[in-house]
């Protein structure tokens, strides 16, 4: 079983940075397409971003496309979320996740909060 841990939320200024992480273990991280995925109280679930196990495609979801960028490590089995230019609309809880074979969303950190002040 492949098992995420997300790391580096934190609270931070409206028009600030902050990278988030998510180590993966248990498995062969670079077998997994990965993305991250938010969801703030009383509010469904919104994708973020997602990439391919090697890095050749990644996508957005339209509220952060130009603002976050996507990448990954296999080496040291880690993805990144590098958020710029945030804005309170960007404090929910961030939750990495891995595809399985099925091209589910099968695998899910315990999530990160991030809090942005206006």
């Known amino acids: 079983q492949l098992q995420l841990a997300e790391s580096g939320g934190g609270l931070v200024q409206a028009g600030g940075s902050l990278r988030l992480s998510c180590f993966g273990s248990g498995r062969t991280f670079s077998n997994y397409d990965m993305g991250w995925f938010r969801q703030a109280p009383g509010k469904e679930r919104e994708y973020v971003a997602s990439?391919?196990?090697?890095?050749?495609?990644?996508y957005y979801g339209a509220s952060v496309k130009g603002r976050f960028t996507i990448s990954r490590d296999n080496a040291e089995n880690t993805m990144y979320l590098l958020m710029d230019i945030l804005t309170p609309e960007d404090t929910p809880v961030y939750y990495c996740?891995?595809?399985?074979?099925?091209?589910?969303?099968?695998?899910w950190g315990q999530g990160t909060q991030v809090t942005v002040s206006s």
């Open positions: 996740a891995a595809l399985n074979a099925k091209t589910e969303w099968a695998f």
């Open positions: 990439i391919a196990r090697s890095g050749e495609w990644t």
